[in-house]
């Protein structure tokens, strides 16, 4: 299975990501926000990251950038309450998915092991 980075500021959404994918047999990580995301990216490569991109210290917004200049084959997935327009925006700049606050947590579990198998 895969390894996957989770990073937003919300622990309810921290532990309910974590906790299913780890019930789907993913080795996963957490971060609290795009400073400790990129930090814990840098030590250990994830075959999928997921930000929100809303969060204080360093957006997801600005993760996806760094995250995107150093990797260019990244495979990332972002979640946010912002908005679809906006969600939709980041697949432009190589996000691979987007989910909108709230998601369902099967839908983004299914698309880690469809990215993840890419």
């Keep these: 299975m895969a390894y996957v980075l989770v990073v937003d500021d919300d622990p309810r959404v921290l532990a309910l990501l974590r906790d299913a994918l780890s019930i ?14 990129l930090r814990a990216y840098a030590a250990r490569r994830p075959d999928v990251l997921i930000t929100d ?4 210290k360093r957006s997801g917004i600005d993760l996806v950038f760094a995250v995107s200049r150093r990797d260019p084959a990244a495979v990332i997935i972002a979640i946010s309450g912002v908005g679809e327009s906006f969600l939709q925006a980041g697949m432009a700049v190589g996000i691979a998915r ?4 709230p998601f369902d ?3 983004v579990v299914a698309a880690v092991v469809e990215l993840s198998r890419a």
């Design 53 to 56: 991109l809303m969060m204080p």
């Design 105 to 107: 947590v099967r839908d």
């Design 24 to 37: 789907a047999g993913h080795d996963v990580t957490t971060a609290e926000d795009g400073a400790a995301g």
């Design 98 to 101: 987007v989910f909108a606050k």
